[in-house]
């Protein structure tokens, strides 16, 4: 399971939480943020000139992502 969480900063994740809980811990992959991507959103996140370097702090942790998501996809686990 991949859990996008392009906003987690702004909320809570005590649902989130309990709702991945039923899950294999080695099936879950969340994604959020990072510091650098907080900082690129700025405080107000309409302001248009912020969408340019939050988009380019995404991509940068696109690579990152992909490395976590990879290994649980080429290994079906058990139930394949």
């Known amino acids: 399971m991949v ?3 392009p906003l987690a900063h702004l909320f809570p994740r005590d649902l989130l939480t309990h709702e991945i809980s039923v899950a294999d811990p080695q099936t879950v992959v969340t994604i959020s943020p990072d510091t650098q991507a ?11 000139l912020a969408w340019e370097p939050a988009y380019q702090a995404g991509v940068r942790q696109a690579a990152q992502a992909t490395e976590r998501i990879r290994p649980a996809w080429h290994d079906p686990g058990p139930h394949s």
């Open 3 to 5: 859990v996008i969480e």
């Open 38 to 48: 907080i900082d690129a959103f700025g405080p107000n996140l309409y302001n248009r």
